[in-house]
């Protein structure tokens, strides 16, 4: 296993050391692992996909407007 080291913000490492008991670098690891297979699921379906960069941009808009709907009760 290699080493990597982190920067994060003074308030955040002050947040993290206030549990001490969690281990925060498999926490990190498999955040790490997590974002990386949603990553390369999103890349294999775009790969796939035969939809236009245009039309995904439409569509996205529209699950959003579909959303903030339902947030909002209407």
Same mark, same amino acid.
Do not use: Y
């Given at each position: 296993? &290699? &080493?990597?080291?982190? =920067?994060?913000? =003074?308030?955040?490492?002050?947040?993290?050391?206030?549990?001490?008991?969690?281990?925060?670098?498999?926490?990190?690891?498999?955040?790490?692992?997590?974002?990386?297979?949603?990553?390369?699921? #999103?890349?294999?379906?775009?790969?796939?996909?035969?939809? &236009?960069?245009?039309? =995904? #941009?439409?569509?996205?808009?529209?699950?959003?407007?579909?959303? =903030?709907?339902?947030?909002?009760?209407?």
């Amino acid at each position: 296993m &290699t &080493t990597m080291t982190l =920067a994060v913000p =003074a308030e955040l490492k002050l947040k993290l050391e206030e549990f001490p008991e969690i281990n925060w670098s498999e926490v990190a690891r498999q955040a790490f692992m997590q974002k990386i297979k949603d990553l390369e699921f #999103l890349k294999q379906f775009k790969a796939e996909s035969k939809m &236009t960069d245009e039309e =995904a #941009l439409k569509l996205g808009r529209e699950v959003r407007k579909g959303i =903030a709907k339902r947030v909002r009760g209407e």
